[in-house]
């Protein structure tokens, strides 16, 4: 079975300055890999994903994430932190199962907040 | 990307009452979707994949009767908690993905959320 690791429950970081939320995953074969941003009260925002190819992901809002399949991380990386970005940050895993197969596994989320 | 939105966004209920929440998507097909829910300052639980055309899968502790899924067409899939209680409080949010592959590199989108709160 798939697992998803997210260490720190939070992350503080100052406004400008570059931010990273970790990430960790187990998985069998090739892994399917996706950040999501949640806000308050609100339903989760796809960032990003990491299918195959180019180890280095650019997303959306200026975030980027590397695939690193010796270390199985998928660290979520921004250069310059906003005020805007603070919010809850899933990192979620799908191995490939075979068409039709969709069901996501989270890790437990990682709050950042950047410090004004 | 996907849009996928969910009505109501919040409901308060009386215990023992039945509450329905609806979920679509507004600009593509989904022959899947899936329910989930959040306890407070927790992850998102996979409670069942809502099928279009055929019946719900549970996962496993979660009551079939008591969390009934209705995947009526390509767009809509209702998740109906019925004589709620209490403990039911919750966030619940359905998700569905946007088949551009066909497979599990498709991205799944997720709706805003409906906070349930059964007095």
């Known amino acids: 079975a798939q697992s998803v690791a997210q260490p720190e429950d939070q992350v503080n970081v100052a406004e400008g300055n570059p931010l990273t939320v970790k990430c960790t995953y187990s998985?069998?074969?090739?892994?399917?890999l996706f950040w999501y941003v949640q806000y308050p009260n609100r339903g989760l925002q796809f960032l990003l994903k990491?299918?195959?190819?180019?180890?280095l992901v650019k997303g959306s809002y200026g975030f980027e994430a590397e695939f690193n399949k010796s270390q199985t991380s998928f660290h979520l990386k921004k250069p310059s932190a906003l005020v805007s970005d603070s919010a809850l940050y899933f990192c979620?895993?799908?191995?490939?199962?075979?068409?039709?197969?969709?069901?996501?596994?989270f890790g437990k989320g990682t709050k950042l907040s950047v410090i004004p | 990307g996907a849009v996928v939105s969910q009505h109501p966004s919040r409901v308060i209920c009386k215990s023992g009452t039945s509450v329905k929440i609806e979920c679509r998507s507004l600009?593509?097909?989904?022959?899947?979707m899936f329910w989930y829910r959040q306890f407070p300052k927790q992850s998102l639980m996979l409670m069942a994949t809502?099928?279009?055309?055929?019946?719900?899968?549970?996962e496993q502790g979660v009551e079939k009767d008591k969390f009934l899924i209705n995947h009526a067409s390509l767009t809509l899939s209702t998740l109906t908690v019925t004589s709620a209680h209490p403990e039911d409080s919750s966030f619940y949010i359905c998700?569905?993905?946007?088949?551009?592959?066909?497979?599990?590199?498709?991205?799944?989108?997720f709706g805003p959320g409906t906070r349930l709160t059964v007095l």
């Open positions: 998700s569905a993905p946007e088949r551009i592959s066909g497979g599990p590199a498709d991205t799944q989108y």
């Open positions: 998985v069998s074969g090739n892994p399917y």
């Open positions: 990491y299918i195959t190819g180019d180890n």
């Open positions: 979620a895993v799908r191995p490939y199962s075979g068409a039709g197969s969709y069901q996501l596994t």
């Open positions: 600009d593509f097909q989904a022959t899947t």
């Open positions: 809502s099928n279009e055309g055929s019946k719900a899968t549970y």
